[in-house]
C-alpha cells in the first residue's frame, strides 16, 4: 500500500503522472506542481473535514478556528462538553453539531477506533467511517487521502475535482462522478496526486 507522506513521495507521484497523462502534464507545466497538505490527525481531523462539507474554505476556518478556541484541546470529549449554544455562536450548524456529537460518541465509546484502521484496507476504511452519521463518502475519501495519507484515493463526486478537470481538457461540461471515477482509472496507483493536481488547477488555472 503506497502513500503521500513526503515531498519525495509526491515527486515521485507527479513524475509517473506526467509521463502517463498529457493532460496532468498541461495542469502541472501551467500552474506549477501541487504541495502537500497537512491537517491534524484523530478527532481533530475528521472535526475539519466534517466542518468543510459543502462550506467555502474560508467559512470552514473561520468556524473550526472558533471551535478550537472555545474547546481548547480537540478533543471528542472537549466537544461533547460545549453546549448547543456554544456550538451556535462558532457558526455550527445544528446538522453538523450532530455529525459532530456522533463522531465524538463513537470515539469515546470504543465504536469506531481510529488507531486500528491503519492496517485495514481502503474499503474497510471506508465502511468502518460511513457507519458515523454524517460521514458519507467524500468525507471518508479525504480522510484516507489528507489523514491516512493513501496514494491512490479519489473522490470523483468533488465539484472542484469536476470543474478543474472540465477547465484542464476544455469541454464544455462537468464531468459526472461515474465518468470522472472511470477517467481518473488512467492515474492508478497515484489518484491522490492527480487530485491535487486538479484542485490546484482549479484554483489557479484559466477560468
Known amino acids: 500500500m503506497q502513500h503521500l507522506r513526503t515531498a519525495r513521495d509526491l515527486d515521485t507521484a507527479l513524475t509517473f503522472l506526467a509521463e502517463q497523462d498529457r493532460l496532468i502534464a498541461q495542469a ?3 500552474v506549477g506542481p501541487p504541495v502537500l497538505r497537512k491537517r491534524r490527525t484523530g478527532f481533530a481531523g ?3 473535514i466534517l466542518i468543510g462539507q459543502q462550506v467555502s474554505v474560508a467559512a470552514a476556518q ?3 478556528n472558533r471551535l478550537v478556541a472555545t474547546m481548547g ?3 471528542p470529549e472537549a466537544f461533547l462538553a460545549l453546549s448547543v449554544e456554544q456550538c451556535r455562536a462558532c457558526g455550527l450548524s445544528a446538522q453538523k453539531q450532530r455529525y459532530l456529537s456522533a463522531l465524538a460518541e463513537a470515539l469515546v465509546s470504543g465504536q469506531l477506533r481510529l ?4 492496517q485495514c484496507d481502503t474499503e474497510e476504511v471506508s465502511a468502518a467511517l460511513q457507519a458515523i452519521p454524517g460521514i458519507g463518502p467524500w468525507t471518508a475519501d479525504m480522510y484516507l487521502m ?3 495519507r493513501r496514494a491512490d484515493i479519489f473522490a470523483p463526486g468533488d ?3 469536476q470543474e478543474g478537470y472540465r477547465r484542464l481538457a476544455s469541454v464544455s461540461q462537468r464531468p459526472t462522478p461515474k465518468d470522472l471515477g472511470e477517467i481518473a482509472l488512467r492515474w ?3 489518484r491522490s496526486a492527480a487530485a491535487l493536481v486538479l484542485w490546484r488547477y482549479y484554483t489557479l488555472g484559466p477560468k
Not at 488507531?115 to 491503519?118: E, G, H, T, V, Y
Open 62 to 64: 473561520s468556524i473550526e
Open 146 to 148: 489528507f489523514i491516512m
Open 28 to 30: 502541472i507545466t501551467e
Open 73 to 75: 484541546k480537540p478533543t
Open 115 to 118: 488507531s486500528r484502521l491503519a
Open 188 to 190: 492508478m496507483p497515484f
Open 159 to 161: 465539484l472542484a475535482l
Open 46 to 48: 475528521l472535526m475539519s
